[in-house]
């Protein structure tokens, strides 16, 4: 079961930045594989890290010079959607 979203989606040193907070390591690890299939899809892979319930994602464009681009907020969008499912 999903928790909360602690916050919305920050900008911070030319990446978006966003934690995500579970009930447990299981709903946690669930959503970072539907994460990880979307990001395949998209080809843009997130730069993430899971410690037990939470997971933190920081999304930036390598092809662009490691900004924030349009591309990013796309999959922040998508990531936010599989979320709030």
Known sequence: ???HV????KEIDNRLY??????DFSTAFAFM??????????????LWKNVYNEV???LS???AGNKVTQKDRQLAE???QIFLR
Not at 18 to 23: H, P, S, V
Not at 33 to 46: D, N, R, S, W, Y
């Open 56 to 58: 933190e994602i920081w």
């Open 33 to 46: 594989t539907q994460v990880a299939l979307l990001a395949e899809a998209q080809q843009h892979h997130p």
């Open 1 to 3: 079961m999903r928790d």
């Open 6 to 9: 602690s916050s919305v989606w």
């Open 18 to 23: 966003q934690k995500f907070k579970f009930t």
């Open 61 to 63: 464009t390598h092809d």
């Open 78 to 80: 998508s990531i936010d």
